[in-house]
């Protein structure tokens, strides 16, 4: 176990002081005053380490990232889980936009709400099968060309509006959980509004009770459905825009 | 209902078989990947409108016993509505798609390097025989220091004071452009490693992933991170001798790619990393980039990742405020920057862009060279030209007018049989290049096309080295930007001045 403080420190020098403790041999990390430091996190392997920051880390934390947990306590910037192969990303507070992009793998839970851009390209593969929820709302282009993988909107914080315009558009791949109906008329034609069955419910349900459990809140009360799913309608949303030209 | 008007739009070409010589061997009709050819009972028929004369045929009749003729009906003859405006027409109308093709744009727009002449010596200076006289093409990618400060050790030897940004070492200055595996097949790019390993160069995989195939080729590759981040992790990043963040292509500026899902089999999956049959969608921006400040990010978190001991590339296509682009870009923090000119080739892009969006590599070239020179940053990063070269004139005019080196895509491809006839979007290559079809792909032995690309390189080199002779330098780098060993020809006065090369005779 090392705690690092990271008052005043520039990026470089506190990722490489992780990057050197991790090859080390340490496990454990413990990150004081962090205050907007970038790519915490960046690049790092190996599924027992796990960085608690306290402060508000900078932007692209936990990206490229294959295997560890960092849990933040407080809010996060922008681009969180950022191309993320594995591990998982534990936010307290609220989270910026583009969180996820193209994330292959692994977990991001976000007790608050997130901006906009979130999920753009997420993608599942094989075994690996991304999960992201999001305690409060989001912002615009939710799940924009989400490719694979799971995200889940809670609602739990009385919000309005669940989401804001271009919801799930260029979709062709995952799934979309969301714990309140939206106005689904003005939302992409590229997706399906249905009702999440028993099945959906099984795969949920063991990560609601994680989610629960990581912000203390009674699982009984997420897992109580109904729950509303949204898939692409096709695999393959462009399939016929195009036609062979004569030159 | 009735039949539509258009479905029969004239064939481009006829596949004319001459019976006599034919000994109805059927080598055509296998190597055709148009499914033109078959066989009528007692002879081979051709269906003339599957005909993209790919010159596959031909070439493998052991009978000389076909002709690929361009058809002689013609349309009626306009100088403003050519064929293929009015063909593009019926087709769109029948489908209401947006019109593609593959490769560069074959319109015929000038050709800035055809009116670009090079300077020789006589008399006052000597020419330098390379045959006999060392002649240096070794180029190093990166950064380099504004300057240099040296300490000296114990033996008075001179050493380097601050250590030397990561370098990509190339024997000469050629590498491979980036074609991913799903646009080109396994096999074109194994062709492509062995030649780079050979010859000392390095290839790009492009924005497909790398496949565990192409692994043990890491001292030659760069690796691609474009907006769908295809097969990018942690172990991918570090698995080349560069990472490359791909923003744009010359054949289609400003636009993404949509791999169609029955391209992605399960090897192509397995090296993407994502499901088989959906479409690989790699959408138009990195939606982690909004802005130069938004580049910088990613650079950096790419260099975190890599721990700044590699390179990092960024691709753009030329366009119109190219110049202020590439300050941009390197004042990100890129150590290389590559720029594809306009006639830069594709596996797929809608022709509306590919044949009216961009400007030319010579340009683009010329201005960012003078740019980076006038703003005291030339040094920060090395260029990569790319954008149609096909000789080794093109590319010693490339580096004269700034480049550090030059890709070759579509070269390369010629190398392994391709008669360029724009169709590499349906997956149907003949020669086993643009497909994913294995009784396609079979047919293109890495081996041996490795070791055509090896001699295409080689060859391409003496031929620099000689010219480099004639000018009297004895080194690629002397030429670097040198554009005072240019001469226009037929060129006017804007274009002389945005080149930054005085006309033939001054």
């Known amino acids: 176990m090392i705690t690092i403080d990271a008052k005043d420190m520039h990026y470089k020098e506190l990722n490489k002081i992780i990057r050197e403790n991790i090859a080390s041999g340490i496990k454990n990390f413990f990150l004081e005053n962090v205050n907007g430091q970038y790519y915490i996190g960046d690049g790092i392997k190996g599924d027992d380490i796990t960085i608690t920051v306290n402060g508000v880390p900078g932007n692209d934390l936990g990206v490229f990232m294959d295997g560890p947990s960092i849990i933040v306590n407080n809010n996060v910037q922008d681009n969180v889980g950022n191309t993320m192969n594995a591990g998982k990303i534990t936010i307290k507070g609220d989270a910026g936009d583009v969180v996820g992009y193209g994330m292959r793998g692994g977990r991001i839970y976000i007790r608050g709400n997130a901006g906009y851009r979130i999920g753009i390209h997420m993608k599942g593969y094989n075994t690996q099968i991304p999960v992201i929820i999001i305690g409060g709302k989001v912002g615009s282009f939710f799940g924009e060309y989400m490719a694979g993988g799971v995200m889940v909107l809670l609602g739990l914080n009385n919000s309005e509006e669940l989401a804001g315009e271009y919801f799930g558009v260029g979709m062709h791949g995952g799934t979309i959980y969301l714990k309140k109906k939206i106005d689904f008329s003005k939302y992409s034609k590229e997706v399906e509004f249905l009702e999440a069955n028993d099945e959906d419910m099984i795969f949920l349900k063991k990560y609601l009770i994680e989610y629960a459990n990581d912000f203390n809140l009674q699982a009984e009360d997420l897992i109580n459905g109904p729950f509303y799913k949204i898939v692409p309608s096709s695999a393959r949303p462009y399939a016929h825009l195009y036609t062979s030209s004569a030159l | 209902m009735t039949k539509s008007s258009f479905t029969n ?144 050790n114990e033996d008075g030897q001179p050493i380097l004071k601050n250590p030397m940004p990561p370098q990509i070492e190339l024997a000469t200055p050629f590498i491979f452009a980036p074609m991913s595996y799903g646009s080109i097949s396994l096999n074109a790019q194994k062709a492509m490693a062995l030649a780079a390993r050979a010859l000392g160069i390095v290839m790009n995989i492009g924005e497909g992933g790398l496949h565990d195939e192409l692994v043990p080729f890491g001292k030659n590759i760069i690796v691609q991170v474009a907006s769908g981040r295809f097969g990018v992790n942690r172990d991918y990043l570090n698995s080349g001798v560069a990472v490359e963040i791909k923003i744009g292509q010359g054949a289609k500026p400003g636009i993404g790619g949509h791999l169609p899902g029955e391209k992605i089999g399960a090897d192509i999956s397995r090296t993407r990393m994502i499901p088989a049959g959906t479409d690989a969608i790699s959408p138009a921006p990195h939606h982690d980039i909004y802005s130069i400040e938004d580049l910088r990010q990613l650079i950096y978190a790419i260099k975190e990742a890599i721990n700044y001991e590699k390179p990092v590339s960024v691709k753009v296509a030329a366009v119109h405020n190219i110049a202020a682009i590439v300050s941009g870009i390197v004042r990100a923090g890129a150590d290389i920057v590559y720029i594809d000119g306009f006639t830069g080739g594709t596996g797929a892009a809608p022709i509306i862009i590919r044949d009216n969006v961009g400007i030319p590599i010579e340009i683009a070239l010329a201005q960012v060279d003078q740019r980076l020179r006038e703003e005291g940053i030339r040094n920060e990063a090395s260029l990569v030209a790319a954008g149609s070269i096909r000789s080794s004139a093109d590319a010693v005019k490339a580096i004269a007018l700034g480049a550090d080196a030059v890709a070759i895509g579509t070269a390369a491809l010629v190398v392994m049989g391709c008669h360029i006839c724009g169709k590499c979007h349906t997956g149907n290559c003949s020669w086993g290049i643009t497909t994913q079809r294995p009784e396609l792909t079979r047919r293109l032995d890495p081996e041996e096309y490795g070791e055509k690309l090896y001699n295409l390189i080689t060859a391409w080199s003496h031929e620099m080295k000689d010219i480099l002779g004639a000018m009297g330098v004895n080194s690629i780098e002397s030429l670097r930007g040198s554009k005072e060993r240019l001469r226009g020809i037929e060129l006017t006065d804007s274009e002389l001045k945005v080149l930054g090369i005085k006309h033939a005779g001054m």
Request: net charge positive; hydrophobic share 30%; glycine share 8%.
């Open chain 2, 9 to 152: 739009i004239q064939s481009e070409y006829l596949a004319v078989i001459d019976h006599a010589k034919c000994v109805r061997c059927k080598r055509c009709i296998q190597n055709c990947g148009w499914g033109t050819y078959s066989f009528g009972g007692d002879k081979i028929i051709a269906d003339h409108s599957k005909c993209v004369a790919c010159g596959r045929c031909y070439t493998y009749c052991p009978e000389g016993a076909i002709s690929i003729l361009k058809n002689p009906t013609v349309m009626r003859e306009n100088g403003n509505w050519q064929d293929y405006h009015i063909k593009n027409i019926w087709r769109q109308s029948e489908t209401g798609g947006i019109a593609i093709s593959g490769m560069g744009t074959p319109l015929k727009y000038k050709k800035y390097f055809d009116h670009i002449l090079l300077d020789a010596c006589q008399v006052t200076n000597p020419p330098i025989d390379p045959l006999r006289e060392p002649m240096e093409l070794k180029t190093f990618l990166g950064k380099k220091p504004s300057k240099l400060e040296l300490d000296f």
